[in-house]
Structures are given as structure tokens and as C-alpha cells.
């Protein structure tokens, strides 16, 4: 049995400013996302340009701000804010989701792609392979915060949690997600995009691939307390899960048989 290691949140003191590793945690994010990104642009691996790369982080963020509130407000607690709708608002309280960052992201992608004279998949073959270190790094900020913990369990690496406020040993869940869904699904999606694939072949595999490791993970995470588990047993995450897997599969069948993406071209 562990004890969670007493990490400060706050990662630089400035006076009144406080830099907290959480927000750190996004930098890194984003910029992991902007160097994968030139490299992929310099290497000819697509047509997408740096200015564009550019925009699509720059929106990114937005949409990944913008969609993860608002995917939480409605898969997890609509009826808490439909009664607080100002609370939708109170970002600095916690509470975003992952598949509600998605949906902000791909709404992004689609309207750059539309602008710029993409395929839609064609961007999305683009940022799947530069998404995932980003996740890995949120993951590790949970951890830091002592948040999102695990399921109860006996394994000699189990943890406890001060803010569980139970004293049970727990899977370090979020651990296990920053290995799965941020480096496990990483190194996939990275080695499946360096060879030519037909156009939307990456994006599928990106969904197939974090929609398996994310509802695998689950089962070590504890349910939200408000929520707990739903119908077959299931968690929130992985009925939200559910539906990537499926997209990925019939987007796989589908590009089969198409040619495979181009290298960089004018356009």
C-alpha cells in the first residue's frame, strides 16, 4: 500500500499569481501538439500547412475549453446546472469531459477544413496522432491533484487519497490512464500514421483505439459519486466510449478501399 505523494498544486508562486501544475499540464498539451505537428508538416507527411497548424491550435483550444464544459454540464450533471446555469460558467471549479472536448475539436476541424479546402477526415488524419501526449499530460495532472481516483483495491500499488476522504486504498487510476490512453494510444497512432493510409484510416484508429483503452480503464476508476454506475454495469466514461469504437470501425471498413492520402501537395 502507497500514500499519495503531498504534491502543491501550485507549481510557481508570483506574488498573488499562483501557476498551477494543472494549467501547466494544458500547456504542454497544446505544445507537444505544435512541435509533433511541424514535424509531421516538414517530414511531407501531409498537406496541411503551419499556418493552418497554427489556427488549429489556436481553435483547439478554444474547442477544447469550450466543448469539455460543456460536455460535462450535459453527460454528467444537467439537472444540477439547468437549476445553476451561471455555474457553467465557473471554469476555475473543475469539471470537463474528454468526449465533450472531442466533439469541440472535431466542430473546429470541420469548419478549418471547410474554410481551407480540406477533406475533413484528411484534417483529422492530421491531429489524431498529436492528441494523445496531450492526454497523457492532463492525466498526470489529475494525479497531481489528487483527483479522479481509482476503484478500491488490494494490489500492493494501491494508493490512498487524502481528498477521498476514506482512507481505502485505490487504484492510482489515473495512472493507468496516462499509460493507456496517452502513451500506449500514442505510440499506436503515431506508427499508424507514418506509413500511407487511406484517408480517415488514422482517425479510426485513433477512435477505436482511445474509445478500447479508456472503457479498459475504467473499470479501475471509481464512478462519479453523483452519478456511480449505469445500466450493464457500466460507467458514464464507457457508454461515452462506446460510440467511438463503433464510429472507428465503420470509418476503418469504409476507407478500405480508397487510395491512400497524398503527400504534401498544393492546394
Keep these: 500500500m502507497l500514500h499519495f505523494p503531498e504534491i502543491d498544486p501550485v507549481a510557481i508562486r508570483i506574488g498573488p499569481l499562483a501557476v498551477h501544475w494543472y494549467g501547466l499540464m494544458y500547456l504542454f498539451g497544446f505544445g507537444s501538439a505544435w512541435v509533433l505537428g511541424r514535424w509531421r508538416i516538414r517530414h511531407g507527411k501531409t498537406r496541411v500547412t503551419e499556418r493552418d497548424l497554427e ?6 483550444v478554444l474547442a477544447v475549453v469550450a466543448g ?3 460536455g460535462y454540464v450535459l453527460f454528467y450533471k444537467p439537472s444540477y446546472y439547468l437549476s445553476h446555469p451561471l455555474e457553467i460558467f465557473f471554469l476555475w471549479e473543475g469539471g470537463m469531459s474528454f468526449h465533450g472536448g472531442l466533439i469541440g475539436v472535431l466542430t473546429m476541424m470541420a469548419l478549418l477544413a471547410w474554410r ?3 477533406r475533413f477526415l484528411e484534417l483529422g488524419d492530421f491531429v489524431a496522432p498529436l492528441i494523445p501526449l496531450a492526454l497523457a499530460a492532463g492525466r498526470l495532472g489529475n494525479f497531481i491533484n489528487g483527483e479522479l481516483w481509482g476503484r478500491p483495491s488490494t494490489q500492493p500499488w494501491a494508493m490512498i487519497f487524502p481528498h477521498s476522504g476514506d482512507g481505502i486504498p485505490r ?10 490512453e496517452g502513451l500506449a494510444l500514442f505510440a499506436l497512432v503515431w506508427w499508424f500514421s507514418n506509413r500511407p493510409r487511406p484517408v480517415g484510416q488514422t482517425s479510426a484508429v485513433f477512435l477505436m483505439g482511445y474509445g478500447t483503452l479508456r472503457f479498459v480503464a475504467e473499470f479501475a476508476r471509481e464512478p462519479d459519486d453523483f452519478l456511480g454506475l449505469l445500466a450493464a454495469g457500466l460507467s458514464m466514461g464507457q457508454w461515452l466510449s462506446l460510440p467511438m469504437i463503433a464510429a472507428g470501425i465503420v470509418m476503418y471498413a469504409l476507407s478500405a478501399d480508397k487510395p491512400s492520402r497524398s503527400r504534401k501537395s498544393t492546394h
Design 55 to 60: 489556427d488549429i491550435i489556436f481553435y483547439g
Design 68 to 70: 469539455g464544459r460543456l
Design 116 to 118: 481551407r479546402g480540406y
Design 171 to 180: 487504484h492510482p487510476s489515473q495512472l493507468y490512464q496516462l499509460g493507456l
